[in-house]
């Protein structure tokens, strides 16, 4: 019985995630393909070959700057407002079939798929995921994790809090890592 309570439960929170969600996204106008805000900077660490999988890509803007750079991309996202003008701005761009849009919910987990080369998450936290991230790279795959942080910036539930990218993926060589602002984030390799 409580297993079904927490069931219930889960599946309202991710439905509710979903509308809210659907209601962001519906309306969006002039979609570029453009690399994520919180890495610009470091744009160019970035590889442009292998697989790369995103995960709560949103509409789409940085899987599409993947594949155009070279990248097969899978990308996943609970909105399936999101994942439509995904695969728009995907065909728009001339590389629908260098990717996959998906909708998935992440409180099931990742989904299936093989080790990615690049694998990224901005501005989407959870924390129960950080394992399975550095599981699912491939040896030599970089991992991109970005967001809001609590450093510099408000307490909340959606903030990464002072250090738990480093200490999360420790594993990893670190590339380029920061905290402030109310920002965070990390760039590592999975060594070989
Ligand atoms: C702040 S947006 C970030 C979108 C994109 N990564 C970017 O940086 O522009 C957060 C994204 O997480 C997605 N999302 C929220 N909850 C999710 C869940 N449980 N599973 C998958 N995606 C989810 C939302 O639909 C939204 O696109």
């Given at each position: 019985?409580?297993?079904l309570r927490?069931?219930?439960?889960?599946?309202?929170?991710?439905d509710?995630d979903?509308?809210?969600?659907?209601?962001?996204?519906a309306?969006a106008?002039?979609?570029?393909?453009?690399?994520?805000?919180?890495f610009?900077?470091?744009?160019?660490l970035f590889?442009?070959e292998g697989q790369?999988l995103?995960?709560?890509?949103?509409?789409?803007?940085?899987?599409?700057?993947?594949?155009?750079?070279g990248?097969e991309?899978?990308?996943?996202?609970?909105?399936?407002?999101?994942?439509?003008?995904?695969?728009?701005l995907?065909a728009?761009n001339?590389v629908?079939?260098?990717?996959?849009?998906?909708?998935?919910?992440?409180?099931?987990?990742l989904?299936?798929?093989?080790?990615?080369?690049?694998l990224?998450?901005?501005?989407?936290?959870?924390?129960?995921?950080y394992?399975?991230?550095?599981?699912?790279?491939?040896?030599?795959?970089?991992?991109?994790?970005?967001g809001?942080?609590?450093?510099?910036g408000?307490?909340?539930?959606?903030?990464a809090?002072?250090?738990?990218?480093?200490?999360?993926?420790?594993r990893?060589?670190?590339?380029?890592?920061?905290?402030?602002?109310?920002?965070?984030?990390?760039?590592g390799?999975?060594?070989?």
């Amino acid at each position: 019985m409580a297993l079904l309570r927490r069931e219930l439960t889960l599946g309202a929170v991710s439905d509710e995630d979903r509308v809210r969600w659907d209601k962001r996204h519906a309306g969006a106008e002039n979609l570029e393909p453009g690399p994520p805000a919180l890495f610009v900077s470091t744009q160019e660490l970035f590889p442009t070959e292998g697989q790369a999988l995103e995960i709560a890509c949103g509409r789409g803007e940085t899987a599409v700057w993947l594949a155009l750079r070279g990248m097969e991309v899978r990308a996943v996202d609970i909105s399936p407002v999101a994942i439509d003008l995904a695969w728009g701005l995907a065909a728009d761009n001339g590389v629908d079939r260098r990717c996959h849009f998906d909708v998935w919910d992440l409180d099931d987990g990742l989904p299936p798929g093989p080790p990615a080369d690049l694998l990224l998450c901005h501005m989407f936290r959870e924390v129960a995921l950080y394992p399975a991230l550095v599981d699912r790279l491939a040896p030599g795959g970089i991992l991109a994790v970005a967001g809001l942080s609590t450093v510099g910036g408000e307490p909340g539930s959606f903030r990464a809090a002072r250090g738990e990218l480093r200490e999360a993926f420790r594993r990893l060589d670190v590339m380029v890592e920061g905290e402030g602002n109310g920002l965070a984030h990390f760039l590592g390799r999975k060594p070989n």
